[in-house]
């Protein structure tokens, strides 16, 4: 039910404009066959009353404004009422009484309904009484037995729907009676129908969904049977308007008497019904359909006790469709899961990627059916069937990613990406299953053409017509049957295919996340095997390195070493792949092998870095990488340098802040035609070299500068700084990459 906000003010002219927001639980007024009073619960004292009440009690509405109850149906009756409101239970399964009231002298038969509302306020329906009586259940029950057999023995749901037709029409004597289904948008469709042999026959007719707006159906779930009994009724107010207690016009939605909309009438009208009734047909609580009656040879009133046997043949209906739903959801959820069982086991196998495993015996077009798939994982794209060129796969795929869900779908993608030039005989739909980093497998249907039968034009849904110096919106007039074929649509995608979807993709976000756990601790396992077991003990000199992988136990491309030339020199050095995971391990692994070589055989800095830049450039394809060397004369403190796109190592010294040292910049490994520069410098007694990684100093939203100017900080207030201890210093929670450190001190 819609927000009060979302409603026109009561008394607003309503057509096709704003019926959609028209309140219709609250109409002021009553159908005349009966009278509606509202009664105080906690006295029974009349707060409002349908005008007509002088027509069928005989007594004037002001001479039971404001008294108790027994004024408008006497006191035997009233105190009947009060006992049934006091009785434990559901006030509604003690409706109706079965009353006796004296109208103008005369003692007269009446049902009276009750009903009762927040705020202790009773509804009290007096409608003249028909039919059998007394009523009660098992008068009811004998009335819908034979049908509700007959409903038990229904095997398909085209046989449920065309018993409770047949069904409803025998005990209520409409001239047709239809089994009308809502699809998720709802739009109805007529799928059984019992009438009479000269009216045109509905079945299959399809009616849009503007039809019935949404208020109406939310009316439709709380109260599950409407009926009109005579479409050209005059509506009897309710007096006063508005409930004196509260201030405000009072809910009618559980009165059997509300009056409907003008713009229903006019619609029922339209279409030649003289009378209606209407049973809710509902799955969990929602909406699912209706029994709809119509009559046309003029007024039609069934009695209370016939309007409830087939209120309880509908939630009979309602019931057993329930079943027979969930029975055929369950067997093909079974199939699904046979499949998906399979599909499951096949992905514990890592020796197999998951693209062929997903597209392999069985595959996607055995869990759900389509024309084609196409699975994008782990770098590896591959397709299966009839599927769109890979740019267009492409587009779905960032269409789905947009969607923001785990799974889209769509059965026409040319309304959800009007630009992509697809040809619907080969994609029509697709269904989407987004993985982390972009990966996906998606479904594709082609075309399917359907051609609809509409009670009407659904696109023409209202006429103008002149109404004085006024014109408004009124009705369509026109129901024949108007066929719509509907292109560049696939078969829609139904719930149990979705859920099969759903239910594939854990299981690949699963084994993705056990296969990269996996990948990761083989490239750890790779990277701290290339990392020095131990660095040299030199005399007068402190060196110490540290090295700490990323936060979430990412593996980079970071590395380090250290180690004695056969001259005595020292080689010390930092450098970083970029990436992360098996991919930057190994490419770490064979620059750092290829660069120690050059450095131990007498290579200077610049030199090895010139020959490990064309070693990548032929050998290692699209590396990216950064180093910083140093060779130090451990006599003299003197150093060679050479940087290739590293940040700049700082020189420490005690009680004073750090400096950059004097160390040329380079373009990094991978560069084409590139040399690189040559630094020198030499390393005081009670000066330090600092090596460092970009992880140590950079931070998520922060410029890398500042970083930097906070290491500088740190090194200038520290009188000995190891690797370990500047670990430490700089710690944070605000970087994502590896940290590795390596310091040199001389004594």
């Given amino acids: 039910m819609p927000f009060a906000e979302d409603f026109v003010p009561v008394g607003t002219p309503v057509d096709l404009d704003n019926c959609a927001r028209e309140p219709i639980h609250i109409p002021g007024s009553v159908q005349p066959r009966g009278v509606l009073a509202v009664v105080r619960e906690s006295d029974f004292e009349v707060r409002q009353v349908s005008a007509n009440v002088a027509d069928l009690l005989a007594r004037p509405a002001e001479s039971v404004l404001g008294q108790h109850l027994?004024?408008?149906?006497?006191?035997?009756?009233?105190?009947?009422?009060?006992q049934a409101t006091s009785a434990p239970g559901d006030l509604r399964q003690r409706n109706p009484l079965e009353c006796v009231i004296d109208v103008a002298g005369?003692?007269?038969?009446?049902?009276?309904?009750?009903?009762?509302?927040?705020?202790?306020?009773?509804?009290?329906?007096?409608e003249i009484a028909y039919g059998e009586r007394p009523f009660s259940f098992p008068n009811t029950y004998l009335a819908v037995r034979s049908s509700i057999d007959e409903l038990n023995r229904a095997a398909t749901l085209t046989e449920l729907y065309d018993a409770t037709a047949r069904s409803v029409r025998e005990l209520t004597g409409f001239d047709r009676v239809m089994v009308y289904r809502y699809d998720e948008q709802y739009n109805g469709e007529v799928v059984a129908e019992a009438k009479r042999d000269e009216l045109n026959p509905f079945l299959g007719l399809h009616y849009p969904a503007s039809d019935i707006p949404a208020q109406a159906r939310a009316l439709?779930?709380?109260?599950?049977?409407?009926?009109?009994?005579?479409?050209?009724?005059?509506?009897?107010?309710?007096?006063?308007?508005?409930?004196?207690?509260r201030g405000e016009p009072t809910d009618l939605t559980h009165a059997t008497l509300r009056s409907v909309s003008p713009i229903h009438i006019e619609y029922l009208q339209n279409m030649g019904v003289q009378a209606s009734m209407s049973i809710s047909l509902l799955r969990h609580g929602r909406l699912w359909g209706l029994i709809a009656c119509h009559h046309y040879a003029g007024p039609h009133l069934p009695p209370f006790g016939t309007r409830a046997a087939?209120?309880?043949?509908?939630?009979?209906?309602?019931?057993?469709?329930?079943d027979q739903f969930e029975d055929e959801q369950l067997h093909k959820r079974l199939a699904a899961q046979a499949v998906l069982s399979k599909l499951t086991a096949a992905t514990l196998d890592d020796s197999e990627s998951l693209t062929a495993v997903l597209l392999g015996a069985p595959d996607l077009l055995d869990l759900v059916p389509a024309d084609g798939a196409v699975v994008n994982i782990g770098g590896e794209y591959q397709a299966l069937g009839s599927v769109p060129p890979q740019d267009a796969v492409a587009a779905v795929a960032a269409w789905a990613r947009d969607a923001g869900d785990e799974i889209a779908s769509s059965e026409s993608l040319s309304r959800e990406l009007p630009d992509l030039d697809?040809?619907?005989?080969?994609?029509?739909?697709?269904?989407?299953?987004?993985?982390?980093?972009?990966?996906?497998?998606?479904?594709f249907r082609s075309e399917v053409l359907r051609s609809v039968d509409w009670g009407g034009d659904p696109h023409n849904k209202a006429i103008a017509t002149s109404e004085g110096d006024q014109v408004r919106l009124s009705p369509r007039k026109s129901f024949d049957r108007w066929r719509e074929i509907v292109h560049r649509c696939s078969e829609p995608w139904v719930t149990t295919e979705v859920e099969s979807?759903?239910?594939?993709?854990r299981h690949l976000v699963e084994s993705l996340y056990r296969r990269t756990r996996g990948a990761l601790r083989v490239a750890e396992t790779l990277q701290r095997s290339l990392l020095p077991t131990s660095i040299p003990t030199v005399d007068g000199w402190q060196l110490s390195a540290h090295y700490e992988p990323a936060v979430g136990g990412r593996v980079g491309g970071d590395w380090y070493d250290a180690f004695e030339t056969r001259d005595g020199r020292l080689i010390v050095l930092i450098g970083d792949v970029a990436g992360h995971g098996m991919a930057a391990a190994g490419t770490m692994a064979q620059v750092r092998n290829a660069l120690r070589a050059y450095l131990f055989t007498g290579d200077t800095p610049a030199?090895?870095?010139?020959?490990?830049?064309?070693?990548?450039?032929?050998?290692?394809?699209?590396?990216?990488v950064t180093v910083i060397i140093a060779r130090v004369d451990l006599g003299s403190g003197s150093v060679e340098a050479a940087c290739a796109g590293h940040l700049i190592p700082y020189i420490t010294r005690p009680g004073q802040v750090a400096v950059p040292a004097p160390v040329r910049l380079s373009p990094p490994i991978g560069a084409i035609g590139t040399t690189y520069d040559a630094s020198t410098f030499a390393i005081a007694p009670g000066q330090?070299?600092?090596m460092f990684s970009d992880g140590l100093v950079e931070r998520r939203d922060e410029p890398i500068d500042d970083g930097i100017e906070r290491l500088a900080e740190t090194l200038g207030g520290a009188a000995d700084s190891t690797a370990t201890w500047i670990s430490t210093a700089m710690a944070s929670s605000e970087t994502d990459d590896d940290v590795t450190i390596v310091t040199l001190r001389r004594l």
Avoid at 114 to 126: A, I, N
């Fill in 220 to 245: 439709y779930e709380k109260n599950w049977l409407r009926l009109i009994d005579d479409v050209g009724y005059t509506p009897s107010p309710l007096l006063p308007a508005v409930d004196p207690d």
């Fill in 607 to 624: 030199e090895a870095l010139d020959r490990l830049n064309d070693f990548c450039l032929h050998m290692v394809s699209r590396a990216f």
């Fill in 501 to 505: 979807a759903e239910s594939l993709r």
């Fill in 70 to 82: 027994s004024s408008l149906i006497g006191f035997d009756e009233a105190t009947r009422v009060e």
């Fill in 422 to 443: 697809l040809d619907p005989q080969l994609t029509s739909g697709a269904l989407a299953i987004n993985l982390p980093d972009g990966q996906y497998a998606i479904w």
């Fill in 310 to 322: 087939a209120e309880f043949l509908g939630s009979t209906l309602s019931l057993r469709l329930v």
């Fill in 106 to 126: 005369e003692p007269l038969a009446f049902d009276v309904i009750l009903h009762r509302e927040p705020g202790g306020v009773l509804l009290v329906e007096v």
């Fill in 688 to 690: 330090g070299l600092v």
